[in-house]
């Protein structure tokens, strides 16, 4: 790419237009106002050290065992000259050749990383080597992304949950002792097969498929024992987890158990647990974290409704054409069924009717169908609710100002509401949606050049000579609410033996 100076010097001697090559700079930016990092810094205050994808026990046993194996592969072959990356090797090994068992038995089996060994499932070999070039490129892949123990699935839980703990080099790992035990009854039910090289080299060894599907039997996802369960209720919700995460997990347990639905319904539990907690939550000592879940899901809300208005904006333009704040708040005003001359603070300062988790899923509804003349009103609805129930809240006065936590956005609303409700929307569309965007593109931008990092084009909205207009290529897309980890906790309580699925059939 060329330097600024570049461009300037060819600039000055340019005596005409002339064509230029087509820019290779992408269009992109999942987090267009930049308010996402909030959501996730309060699910730390619920369920930290979860994710949306590590919800299987199984996995968790699978690279605490890997570990505990490499260390009796050394120490019984006297390898003391074993490298680091010799040791992250067999793991590597066995996590890929469990996940390919796993696929075996079933391609959906609930684990992420299927696509990324369709060659091994499906391929015309029915042998492979682990070892050399393919190798070495399908083993770094699974490390960074595909792979139970990447930072994306697995890996950081095991170490936040005290299965593993660092063994001196990165990236090298031992067991946690006291799982000894759960270790052995994990490994007895394939013990006859651990004189195979897969389990008892390191370095290259040759693999068939038809190992690896008997193999895919006897350590299958869904078969753990009952140590493990007690082992991973310690480390989830027990005496061994992180104390915000088991007060977290213990007032799901108590939705669960006042909940009247059968099976656990995360739509459902996720509603009832942002209802205020004297209403259903008999623990007190739980109602922290009750009111922790409520003020996320008050978050997530807000967000989803200004990124849905962000949209909303995007799609007017893309239709119409450059446009104007003026014609932006009159057709949101018109398509809501806002009085434009009512005074927002009447608008604002009701009681707060509904729920969070209510309003969120009728907005992504509507997001979803793209209903152009009812999503203004749906989005009025979510922030009157937030900016109304917010102010019951304590809120955090050291989230990041630039992120707009709802402290920042509830002082400019006393700021602003002895406005007119056509000048408040205009304020909401001029400095939470357009001037927050501008300044977040920006912001990535350089912190993304002073890192060497992508080059994307974020903004996707500029001032015209007709008013705002879309960027050249910009994306609009349909924002989606945060996963907020409610399933993965759910589900690692029945893994735990903690949640009773009703038996079917």
């Given at each position: 790419m060329a330097s600024l100076d570049e461009l300037l010097a060819v600039a000055s001697i340019a005596s005409s237009p002339s064509l230029v090559d087509k820019s290779d700079v992408q269009v992109g930016g999942v987090d267009p106002l930049g308010l996402r990092q909030i959501n996730f810094d309060l699910m730390d205050k619920v369920l930290p050290g979860l994710n949306n994808v590590a919800d299987r026990l199984r996995p968790f046993v699978l690279m605490t065992w890997a570990w505990r194996r490499v260390g009796i592969i050394i120490e019984q072959d006297e390898l003391g000259g074993a490298t680091d990356e010799q040791m992250r090797d067999f793991v590597d090994r066995i996590e890929a050749i469990y996940s390919w068992s796993q696929f075996l038995r079933d391609m959906n089996a609930g684990?992420?990383?299927?696509?990324?060994?369709?060659?091994?499932?499906?391929?015309?070999?029915?042998?492979?080597?682990?070892?050399?070039?393919?190798?070495?490129?399908?083993?770094?892949?699974?490390?960074?992304?595909?792979?139970?123990?990447?930072?994306?699935?697995?890996?950081?839980?095991?170490?936040?949950?005290g299965w593993l703990t660092p063994a001196g080099p990165a990236g090298v790992f031992r067991p946690n002792p006291i799982l000894e035990s759960m270790l052995d009854a994990f490994e007895q039910n394939f013990c006859d097969e651990l004189d195979h090289p897969a389990f008892n080299e390191l370095g290259t060894v040759d693999v068939h498929r038809d190992d690896v599907r008997r193999w895919g039997n006897l350590w299958a996802l869904s078969d753990v024992t009952d140590a493990?369960?007690?082992?991973?209720?310690?480390?989830?919700?027990?005496?061994?987890?992180?104390?915000?995460?088991?007060?977290?997990?213990?007032?799901?347990?108590?939705?669960?158990?006042?909940?009247?639905?059968?099976?656990?319904?995360?739509?459902?539990?996720?509603?009832?647990?942002?209802?205020?907690?004297?209403?259903?939550?008999?623990?007190?000592?739980?109602?922290?974290?009750?009111?922790?879940?409520?003020?996320?899901?008050?978050?997530?809300?807000?967000?989803?409704?200004?990124?849905?208005?962000?949209?909303?904006?995007?799609?007017?333009?893309?239709?119409?054409?450059?446009?104007?704040?003026?014609?932006?708040?009159?057709?949101?005003?018109?398509?809501?069924?806002?009085?434009?001359?009512?005074?927002?603070?009447?608008?604002?300062?009701?009681?707060?009717?509904?729920?969070?988790?209510?309003?969120?899923?009728?907005?992504?509804?509507?997001?979803?169908?793209?209903?152009?003349?009812?999503?203004?009103?749906?989005?009025?609805?979510?922030?009157?609710?937030?900016?109304t129930a917010g102010r019951n809240e304590q809120w955090d006065k050291s989230e990041a100002f630039d992120r707009l936590p709802l402290a920042r956005a509830l002082k400019e609303t006393d700021e602003w509401h002895d406005l007119p409700m056509r000048r408040f929307i205009g304020k909401v569309i001029e400095v939470w949606v357009i001037a927050q965007h501008a300044y977040w593109c920006v912001g990535r931008g350089l912190a993304d050049a002073r890192g060497r990092g992508k080059t994307l084009l974020r903004l996707r909205i500029v001032m015209d000579e007709g008013g705002w207009t879309l960027t050249p290529g910009a994306s609009i897309g349909v924002p989606v609410p945060t996963p907020d980890r409610l399933q993965t906790a759910i589900s690692l309580l029945i893994e735990c033996g903690r949640i009773i699925r009703p038996e079917t059939g």
């Open positions: 684990i992420p990383g299927g696509q990324a060994l369709s060659d091994l499932l499906y391929g015309e070999s029915d042998t492979y080597c682990f070892g050399g070039k393919a190798w070495e490129k399908r083993r770094n892949l699974r490390r960074t992304s595909t792979g139970l123990i990447s930072p994306l699935n697995y890996g950081p839980g095991l170490r936040s949950m493990e369960r007690r082992a991973g209720f310690d480390r989830l919700a027990g005496p061994q987890a992180d104390n915000l995460r088991r007060e977290g997990m213990s007032m799901l347990e108590a939705a669960v158990n006042i909940s009247a639905d059968e099976e656990p319904n995360a739509a459902g539990l996720r509603e009832l647990m942002a209802t205020p907690p004297e209403d259903w939550l008999d623990d007190t000592a739980l109602h922290p974290r009750a009111d922790a879940w409520r003020r996320l899901q008050i978050r997530q809300l807000f967000r989803l409704s200004l990124e849905a208005m962000f949209s909303w904006i995007l799609w007017q333009l893309d239709y119409d054409g450059a446009l104007g704040t003026d014609e932006l708040v009159r057709r949101f005003i018109n398509d809501a069924a806002l009085i434009a001359d009512q005074s927002a603070g009447e608008w604002l300062y009701g009681t707060a009717e509904g729920n969070a988790v209510r309003q969120l899923a009728q907005l992504d509804d509507v997001l979803a169908s793209r209903d152009l003349q009812v999503l203004p009103a749906q989005i009025a609805d979510g922030l009157q609710f937030c900016l």
